[in-house]
């Protein structure tokens, strides 16, 4: 899924925004908090926010939430990201740090210890992570926002395709990151890493695609065997628990989106 495109179809009301007076002007620092203060931009849909949330939970960070009508962007969002105009976005002390991944970096390298750590210490294994995380974001994310936003259903079963082929791919990856789960469940082996963190922003658009087309991404214990115990047991931490989003208001929110699609699309000849 890309960073831009299912926030934008947001189908609840648009809150009322009180304008600003002409002429007023403040800072990042006073729009969003002082000395040290954290705020994070975000949107309940974004699988992106999801994952920011997931991961400042994890390391124990405290922070102001801001939910986002993306719809009528606030001025806050586009002074703190300009050139993408879209969530996340993390304000720490009055300095923006834009999209999720690189997000993730920045919140476990100025928070925590060696003990809490996404990353891994060792060079190699932070490499392997981080490719890890970019594949299923480009070969999984990437065509599963396709399929989302396809004005057809041949089109959305073209891009579920290589979305189901790809996490062939990322059911290797977990192999690899845990010697076959003899290492663990989680990419990160015995503990949450950063892999798990990027990938577990769209668990429940997992659950809500196995209801709405029936295509079981993870679920399928006979082709996807480490990542079927891996969507349970990350289900099963506290984060998740407080944190994904219910998956009846996904189911929801994708067949608005479906239907949205679908009526733009053009006619058959």
């Known amino acids: 899924m890309s960073s831009t495109s299912i926030k934008d179809l947001d189908p609840t009301p648009a809150p009322r925004r009180t304008p600003r007076p002409q002429g007023q002007t403040h800072s990042l620092r006073s729009m969003a908090g002082d000395g040290g203060e954290m705020t994070l931009l975000g949107h309940w849909g974004s699988p992106f926010v999801t994952r920011v949330r997931l991961a400042l939970r994890l390391k124990g960070v405290r922070y102001s939430y801001v939910e986002e009508d993306l719809r009528s962007k606030s001025d806050l969002l586009l002074r703190c990201n300009p050139v993408h105009r879209a969530v996340p976005v993390l304000i720490h002390d009055g300095r923006p740090v834009c999209e999720s991944r690189v997000i993730l970096q920045y919140v476990d390298e100025a928070f925590g210890s060696p003990g809490d750590a996404l990353l891994p210490a060792d060079p190699h294994e932070r490499a392997v992570a981080r490719f890890w995380a970019a594949y299923f974001d480009e070969e999984m994310g990437a065509p599963w926002d396709r399929a989302l936003r396809a004005g057809t259903e041949e089109e959305r079963a073209a891009w579920m395709q290589k979305v189901v082929d790809a996490a062939d791919g990322l059911e290797r990856g977990l192999g690899e990151c845990t010697d076959g789960g003899r290492k663990g469940c989680f990419f990160g082996g015995e503990r949450v890493g950063y892999v ?27 082709r996807t065997p480490l990542l079927a115990a891996w969507l349970r047991r990350f289900g099963e931490l506290d984060a998740a628990t407080e944190l994904l989003q219910d998956v009846d208001r996904v189911v929801e929110y994708v067949r608005f989106i479906h239907a949205k699609n679908a009526a733009k699309a053009p006619p058959a000849n």
């Open 196 to 222: 798990d963190v990027v990938v577990g922003g769209v668990v429940s658009y997992v659950h809500a695609t196995a209801r709405v087309s029936g295509e079981r991404l993870f679920q399928d214990e006979g």
